[in-house]
Nanobody, 121 residues
Framework: QLQLVESGGGLVQPGGSLRLSCAAS????????IHWFRQAPGKEREGVSC????????NYADSVKGRFTISRDNAKKTVYLQMNSLKPEDTAVYYC??????????????WGKGALVTVSS
């Protein structure tokens, strides 16, 4: 079965850190760029970050630059999103998605079901 599964979400205080993982099964992760998206309550989904298949290219939304870091371990078929200095406005369901290409084209092939991140004191 082809799927992406997010993990690592939870409740964290403002200023804290979390690391999300996106694990692939049923397909070879190496071939695809991977995106992280998020959707806050009552808001549209927004792109957070993307990493190319070889990790050469990484990009970030302005709202998370300098705080979030995307990385991948193709041998483990896993992509990570390290989130530091978290703010209440980072509260959202975070989704990972596999691009159709090895670069960040913005055309998705597979989606995960999401992981909830809540930043609150």
């Amino acid at each position: 079965q082809l799927q992406l599964v997010e993990s690592g979400g939870g409740l964290v205080q403002p200023g804290g850190s979390l690391r999300l993982s996106c694990a692939a099964s049923g397909f070879t992760l190496d071939y695809y760029a991977i995106h992280w998206f998020r959707q806050a309550p009552g808001k549209e989904r927004e792109g957070v970050s993307c990493i190319s298949s070889s990790s050469i290219s990484r990009n970030y939304a302005d709202s998370v630059k300098g705080r979030f870091t995307i990385s991948r371990d193709n041998a483990k078929k896993t992509v990570y999103l390290q989130m530091n200095s978290l703010k209440p406005e980072d509260t959202a369901v975070y989704y990972c998605a596999a691009d159709r290409e090895y670069y960040c084209s913005g055309r998705m092939k597979y989606w995960g079901k999401g992981a909830l991140v809540t930043v609150s004191s």
